[in-house]
């Protein structure tokens, strides 16, 4: 008779997904993950595979939370401009109490995976669309509105706001003083003026 499960699959994800994520994949053995999570080597391969299947599944687990974050910050106010301004707010107050200095975990994957692993290469290229859409939407909802003037292109601003996103999260790594990326952020989000 097979062994039931002991653990929640959605909760070894959070685990695995934090330990990728302060680590990198690369520094992260197969011994880090089963101390991590409490699960014994056999689990972990009947369930997930090796690291690489488990970090593929992390990072799909990963993205799929951010961009429902993403897109819900952004709607959740009530003018297009508040929204972004409350994303890129949202990023810098996690900057300051990310002790770690983990910073944004796509970021981190794309600089330690990226070139020489198809799959991941693939994932972010989906992660990039994905986000820029959101982006894109949510300035053309702006226009639509008349609250950003309609000569602006948001099929360009669109990747410009998720580039400057992105490097934000990269910057507070480095320096993480809120009044420069709050500076940043100003100048960046006056596009939308």
Request: net charge negative.
């Amino acid at each position: 008779m097979p062994r039931t499960k002991q653990f929640n699959e959605e909760e070894i994800l959070k685990k695995a997904m934090e330990l990728f994520w302060e680590r990198g994949f690369h520094a992260t053995s197969i011994q880090n993950l089963v101390t991590c999570l409490g699960i014994n080597r056999a689990s972990l391969y009947d369930t997930f595979g090796g690291k690489e299947e488990l970090f593929n599944k992390v990072f799909t687990y990963y993205r799929k939370k951010n961009g429902d974050t993403l897109r819900s910050t952004l709607e959740q106010e009530k003018s297009v401009k508040a929204g972004f301004c409350r994303l890129f707010e949202d990023a810098i107050e996690k900057a300051q109490t990310d002790t770690a200095q983990k910073g944004c975990f796509v970021v981190n994957t794309t600089t330690e995976l990226i070139p020489g692993d198809e799959t991941i290469h693939n994932a972010l290229r989906e992660n990039k669309e994905n986000a820029e859409r959101i982006f894109i939407e949510h300035i053309k909802k702006g226009i639509e509105s008349g609250e950003i003037d309609a000569s602006k292109d948001a099929e360009s601003i669109g990747p410009m706001l998720f580039a400057l996103f992105s490097g934000l999260q990269v910057m507070a790594k480095v320096d993480p003083d809120p009044n420069k990326l709050r500076k940043l952020v100003k100048s960046g989000l006056s596009v939308l003026d």
